[in-house]
Structure formats: C-alpha cells, structure tokens
C-alpha cells in the first residue's frame, strides 16, 4: 500500500519544540486525512505492518535519520486503522530514506504486511 502526503513533517527537534496543544491537532488532522483516505478506497487494517518512510526535501542539506523516525505519521495511521499498532511486536520500521524533489517535496508511506 502507498500512501503519498503531499507535505513534509517535523523533524523531531522541531516536534518537541511545539506546544502540546499544536501537537495535539497536526495529529488530529493527520488522522482525520488518514481515516477519510482509508475509507474511501477500502483499506484494510494490516495488523502487523512493515511502514517505510521515504521524504523527498527540495534540498540535499544533511538529515539524520534519527529526527525523522516517523512518530508523527505513525500515531495518524494506528489512529486512523490503517495499522493496528505501532509497537515493536507488530511494527517494523526501517531507517527512512531521504530524496531530493526540488519541485514537490512529500512524504511518502510504503506499508506492506509482515510476515514472520
């Protein structure tokens, strides 16, 4: 399943710098997109996912890795149902990956099931 949201997140730094309330509704928001999105084109709940993030930056400053782990993103799709946890015993996350889009910065959201 591929998921394309049309912005980029936080990075964690600028994440934890945010009032509890601003965190609060860009969560809010995210999974109210999220849910609308899974219901309109019938997206099953995968209940052990494997989520790879891919961000594309208009620039090729250096990220870690670390500050873009997905926390944001993550709390959207196990709100909205899509995934049902993001916990390490049904969750895997590999290190994102960071691309350059110069014209159309995004985020986007591989999730596929995890097998054992």
């Known amino acids: 399943?591929?998921?394309?949201?049309?912005?980029?997140?936080?990075s964690l730094n600028e994440w934890s710098r945010k009032h509890w309330r601003v965190r609060h509704r860009a969560v809010e928001e995210m999974t109210n997109n999220l849910r609308l999105l899974a219901l309109a084109v019938n997206m099953p709940k995968i209940e052990r996912a494997e989520v790879r993030l891919v961000y594309y930056f208009r620039d090729r400053r250096r990220r870690d890795p670390d500050n873009y782990a997905g926390k944001f993103i993550l709390d959207g799709l196990r709100k909205a149902g899509i995934i049902s946890d993001d916990n390490a015993g049904v969750l895997r996350l590999p290190q994102p990956e960071f691309m350059v889009d110069r014209q159309a910065p995004r985020t986007e959201v591989w999730i596929t099931e995890w097998k054992e």
């Open 1 to 10: 399943m591929w998921i394309c949201i049309p912005t980029l997140p936080p």
